[in-house]
């Protein structure tokens, strides 16, 4: 049991109304990758590393299991032991996220109370910031930078875009004014610190940006200056309890239905981009918040589409090149061991692509006139922007372009070292494309595009296969285990895992009359068995009686943890009948009674071998140790 838990348990009113609440994908997807595979979600544990995911998802239990590392448990185990919290500390958190009163806390509510008041006074910096922009004088450069982009009144109110006055303390007196403190309007990012003390406005002559979280809540700010001299020009609100940049999206709020609907992402890197996009009718876009591409923020876009379809829409300078190529990176690491990037169109190979199942697509968007998104939709329009969309070409194809115009560009007329060069780039590519005829295709392609033999180049292609360390096909979980005492330990959760075996024809309560009598050795099969006794004739189906025992174990994550392990156990023996049930149970009653013996006849031989061989204590222990053996001969005849 948690033992930080003080007081009694939550009521079970609440517990149950937050679990029914709780949707364990969603909630395992905000930190880790998942693939369906079957009825079940795959992917790499958390909480330990691994390249070959081991960590499977069970919607219709809303359970979670890894069998690499051995931890498992409900939405709440995975909240507690991703976020380091104790049983109370989660309860209260989510309590306070759906609007619950949860009983005797027994913990400070600071840390969420903070968090609320961030997100109210983030709110009224907003409403200010707004009235500010479309009523105050001094705001017409403002206004007219923005009419200038195209952005109107509807788009103003959509983003709550606002302006913040050239003054030092015009947010502190009219926040403080609402009797909101000063370490309140620090704390929120909203203020510096003054040398010598006190504070000022943090965002100055500025066009504010709000930045919301996927649920629409105010956590931070982005600001544009207006006035050259202003560095920098664009100032973002620092972390905060609420804030971090590197786990938030801009627009995510704005845009996830979108992206829901076209099973698509667009990646931009600048507030005003995403927003010209808005303007302009594409509406799957999100940026970045002046920072690189995460893993988190993979994770989080991951979540809105099934397909995790994702074009890369950066600028075409150098530094655009850059960061297109360390985001796909990014994408490609936090997909390591669910499957392969696609790396091939549908109508290039029709019979190949009908075999490939892809993990993720990867496209990049591209103007050949080097303008940005917001120019380019501002000068060329939404429809000429769509073809883009329709045509980007994928990230395999992007990479291999990008390599052979730029030398092509350069010369006209390569030399064999620059073309040896060239394809040096290019091979670590082909050898990621594990579909031998798209391969050949692009190897075949590429030879005559470059003026190579293209045997030379399939020959150096091979080569490199060779050197290259391949994915491994996912091996099948078993639970099989060589250490006896382990056999031991699973024997007796297969015996009780048998009530969770989910078939009409053998209810808990049926499942119970081969059981009854039976007791565990572990601890927390004990726990289990005695409550499984205590409820047994109130639940009529197995799903009845998992919820039930989740429920009473509660915050009893050791229990959990086992609860979830049986539940595993139980998916290879929902077949069986009635004859194969009984036979079942026997032999592993067998095995459990002989095991027993066998240990007791260890412990008495080594205690014999511990005394002298010709006292009497020794001569007794012989005895004994005589009469297991016998029994051990008759329980196997």
């Known amino acids: 049991m948690d033992k930080k838990f003080s007081g009694k348990p939550a009521s079970s009113d609440v517990v149950e109304e937050i679990k029914n609440r709780l949707d364990i994908v969603d909630t395992v997807s905000e930190h880790v990758l998942l693939k369906k595979s079957g009825r079940n979600y795959w992917g790499c544990c958390p909480f330990h590393k691994e390249k070959t995911p081991s960590f499977s998802v069970n919607p219709e239990k809303g359970i979670y299991k890894c069998f690499g590392c051995g931890e498992g448990g409900d939405a709440i185990s995975f909240l507690m032991k991703i976020n380091n919290t104790s049983f109370w500390e989660t309860m209260t958190a989510l309590a306070q996220k759906f609007g619950l009163e949860l009983p005797q806390a027994g913990v400070s509510k600071e840390s969420t109370d903070l968090k609320n008041r961030i997100v109210e006074v983030n709110e009224a910096a907003v409403r200010f910031y707004k009235k500010q922009l479309l009523e105050n004088p001094e705001a017409k450069q403002a206004r007219d930078y923005l009419e200038k982009r195209g952005i109107g009144r509807d788009v103003i109110e959509e983003f709550n875009l606002g302006f913040a006055p050239d003054s030092y303390d015009a947010l502190i007196k009219h926040l403080s004014a609402a009797k909101n403190d000063y370490e309140l309007l620090f704390k929120a990012g909203l203020t510096s610190e003054k040398t010598g003390g006190g504070y000022v406005d943090r965002f100055r002559n500025r066009i504010m940006i709000p930045i919301q979280n996927d649920k629409g809540d105010f956590i931070a700010f982005g600001a544009r200056a207006l006035s050259d ?320 025992l989740m429920s009473r174990l509660s915050d009893n994550e050791e229990a959990k943890k086992v609860l979830t392990d049986l539940i595993y156990c139980a998916e290879d023996k929902k077949d069986l009948n009635a004859f194969a049930i009984e036979q079942f149970v026997k032999d592993h009653i067998n095995f459990l009674k002989m095991y027993e013996l066998s240990e007791a006849h260890n412990k008495l031989r080594n205690e014999y071998y511990e005394n002298d061989k010709d006292d009497e204590s020794s001569l007794l222990h012989q005895q004994k140790v005589r009469e297991l053996i016998r029994q051990r001969q008759l329980g196997n005849s």
């Open 229 to 548: 001299s202003q560095q920098p020009k664009y100032l973002n609100s620092p972390d905060t309890p609420v804030f971090n940049k590197s786990r938030s999206l801009f627009a995510l709020y704005q845009a996830k239905e979108a992206i829901r609907e076209q099973d698509s992402v667009i990646l931009m890197e600048g507030y005003f981009d995403v927003i010209s996009a808005h303007v302009h009718g594409i509406k799957n876009v999100v940026a970045m918040l002046g920072t690189a591409l995460t893993e988190q923020h993979v994770k989080i876009i991951a979540r809105y589409t099934d397909s995790r379809k994702i074009y890369l829409a950066f600028d075409s300078d150098e530094a655009g090149i850059a960061a297109t190529n360390r985001g796909a990176e990014v994408i490609r690491s936090a997909f390591t061991g669910l499957g392969e990037i696609r790396n091939f169109d549908e109508s290039f190979v029709d019979a190949a692509s009908k075999n490939d199942r892809t993990v993720c697509e990867i496209r990049v968007i591209t103007t050949k006139t080097g303008k940005d998104p917001d120019e380019f939709l501002r000068t060329e329009g939404a429809e000429a922007y769509r073809k883009l969309i329709e045509n980007a070409p994928l990230l395999i194809d992007y990479s291999i372009n990008r390599i052979i115009n730029e030398n092509e560009q350069e010369k006209k007329n390569l030399t064999p070292q620059e073309k040896a060069d060239i394809i040096s780039e290019i091979i670590p590519l082909l050898a990621e494309i594990h579909n031998s005829i798209i391969r050949d295709e692009y190897v075949r392609h590429i030879a005559d595009r470059i003026g190579i033999n293209e045997e030379s180049l399939r020959t150096e292609v091979n080569k490199s296969l060779r050197n290259v360390t391949t994915h491994q096909k996912k091996k099948k979980i078993s639970l099989t285990v060589a250490n006896r005492h382990q056999q031991y330990v699973l024997a007796q959760k297969n015996l009780l895992s048998l009530y969770f075996i989910h078939t009409e024809k053998f209810p808990p309560l049926c499942i119970n009359r081969y059981l009854k009598g039976l007791t565990f050795e572990e601890t927390n099969l004990e726990t289990i068995r005695r409550v499984i006794e205590d409820i047994i004739e109130e639940v009529t189906s197995s799903d009845e009686l998992f919820q039930k």
